[in-house]
């Protein structure tokens, strides 16, 4: 179990567009930075977004990522077979003084 | 170009202690926090411990704390973290990180605790 909610999956066609939602609370989202991560199989994880919705220099622009209140969302467009990735959101927790993940999204282009 | 390289991983016993460390290269290893972050077998992620720039302040999580360790060593670019009372709950890969929340990760080290 994870302070933060992911759906244990998403799905849809090349070329459609996915969202990931991750649900927390104010001790988390609510009063600190979101972060996203993208761990394609076997791999270690790269982190796609920070502070909430800015891009790496190689986060391509099909990755946008957002947050109102206690929740936040990763959005992919134009889904690519090689989007095909467990993703992974993070921030801190204030009340644990920890960094806490959910517990993952799996992403499948159908 | 950033790079941080685990090692130290091993097959270890109920019971045992294993020192992973994180070498680090091409930034400026002093002014940011380090972290590690573990994997468990088909598993998600799981943040485990960071470290600020002169390593005065640490954080765990609950599940290791009094059993794991993390310091580091500026002068040498590199972190430590020193993992006693093992349990077979610790199998994982366990990753070194840059920052707290991660821009630049190694590519882990397998930790298997079993008899």
């Known amino acids: 179990q994870s302070v933060l909610t992911q759906p244990p999956s998403v799905s849809a066609a090349p070329g459609q567009k996915v969202t990931i939602s991750c649900s927390g609370s104010?001790?988390?989202?609510?009063?600190?930075?979101v972060s996203w991560y993208q761990q394609l199989p076997g791999t270690a994880p790269k982190l796609l977004i920070y502070?909430?919705?800015k891009g790496l220099s190689g986060t391509p622009d099909r990755f946008s990522g957002s947050k109102s209140g206690t929740s936040a969302t990763l959005g992919i467009t134009g889904l690519q077979t090689g989007d095909e990735a467990d993703y992974y959101c993070?921030?801190?927790?204030?009340?644990?003084?920890?960094?806490?993940f959910g517990i993952g999204t799996k992403v499948t282009v159908l | 170009e950033v790079q941080l390289v685990e090692s130290g991983g091993g097959l270890v016993q109920p019971g045992g202690s294993l020192r992973l460390s994180c070498a680090a290269s091409?930034?400026?290893?002093?002014?940011?926090?380090m972290s590690w972050v573990r994997q468990a077998p088909g598993k998600g992620l799981e943040w485990v411990a960071n470290?600020?720039?002169?390593?005065?302040?640490?954080y765990y999580v609950d599940s290791v704390k009094g059993r794991f360790a993390i310091y580091r060593d500026n002068s040498k670019n590199s972190v430590v973290l020193q993992m006693d009372s093992l349990r077979a709950e610790d199998t994982a890969v366990y990753y070194c990180?840059?920052?707290?929340?991660?821009?630049?990760w190694g590519r882990g080290t397998l930790v298997t605790v079993s008899s």
């Open positions: 990180a840059r920052r707290t929340n991660g821009d630049y």
């Open positions: 091409g930034f400026s290893f002093s002014i940011y926090w």
């Open positions: 470290i600020n720039k002169d390593g005065s302040v640490k």
């Open positions: 104010t001790s988390n989202i609510g009063n600190n930075a």
């Open positions: 502070e909430n919705n």
């Open positions: 993070g921030t801190w927790d204030s009340s644990l003084s920890a960094y806490v």
